[in-house]
């Protein structure tokens, strides 16, 4: 697994570390911390130092002699390129430090795709609606955007129940381990929501594909419980149980019905009402 986790200067991005660093132990994934600076192609040293001090807080959760990463040998930035920089150390897995100048959203994007990262994390200011370092829909920009998955955490408090809305979009092996982490790190319970289109008969794909996720996690010990929604009813009911729930969306498929339900409007509105995270599952 590999996790890239875009960074600012904020409090809400060091908030999410010790939710990064579990993560990343029980998966034994390869980091990349990457930083945005925007209007200046020369290193901001600021965020330079930002970075650095992120990194030796993701390894302060780590014993030192089980730790999968290794230390950084010497805080030397290298540029690839203009406006391009980057620190890397391997130990049993890859931890990098990237800063990019330009755009936020472009390059986090941009690097997501260059390193084929299986999940993006983020933090965001929950405090009104989800903003990042000013900007009001760059979380947004990145939900629907990323190549892979996408989370972004509004509160570090652990929850009680993950909400996971299921369509009969694919369900990738990497997608339902990633739904095992998140109920695992937070101890919490598992709803699997099947949404079913309208026209649909009562025997469908999407009741054998939650009965079959069902018995996936049971097996891996976790409570979990299912329940069978219409469309119609969806919005309401994921809006509702994001308030005290991380609700996850599968939106794989390019049929997905779950992307011709939530408009851009409606993730916007599950971002700024969710009382701790979303998950974007791809």
Do not use: H
Request: charge should be negative; proline fraction near 2%.
């Amino acid at each position: 697994m590999k996790i890239l986790v875009a960074l600012d200067t904020e409090d809400y991005s060091n908030k999410i570390l010790k939710n990064v660093a579990r993560l990343a132990g029980n998966t034994l994934a390869d980091i990349i911390f990457l930083g945005i600076q925007e209007g200046t192609e020369k290193l901001a040293g600021p965020l330079a130092d930002t970075m650095l001090k992120y990194q030796q807080d993701l390894a302060s959760c780590f014993n030192r002699e089980e730790s999968p990463y290794a230390d950084f040998d010497a805080e030397q930035w290298q540029e690839k390129q203009p406006g391009d920089w980057y620190m890397a150390s391997r130990g049993m897995k890859e931890f990098t430090l990237r800063i990019r100048s330009g755009s936020i959203v472009k390059e986090v994007l941009s690097v997501a795709r260059e390193t084929e990262c299986d999940l993006i994390i983020l933090g965001c200011n929950g405090t009104a609606g989800c903003e990042w370092n000013g900007e009001w829909n760059v979380p947004l920009r990145i939900a629907e955007g990323g190549p892979c998955s996408v989370l972004v955490i509004k509160d570090v408090k652990r929850v009680k129940q993950i909400v996971s809305i299921l369509d009969q979009s694919t369900v990738s092996q990497e997608a339902m381990e990633l739904i095992n982490q998140l109920v695992t790190l937070n101890d919490s319970g598992l709803n699997i929501v099947g949404v079913k289109g309208k026209n649909e008969r009562k025997e469908t794909e999407i009741e054998q594909r939650i009965v079959d996720l069902l018995r996936y996690y049971n097996d891996r010990k976790i409570s979990t419980w299912i329940k069978l929604i219409n469309s119609d009813d969806v919005q309401d009911y994921v809006t509702g149980a994001s308030v005290d729930a991380t609700v996850a969306l599968w939106m794989g498929g390019k049929q997905s019905l779950l992307k011709k339900i939530f408009s851009r409007t409606m993730v916007e509105k599950l971002l700024e009402t969710s009382g701790s995270s979303l998950l974007i599952l791809r």
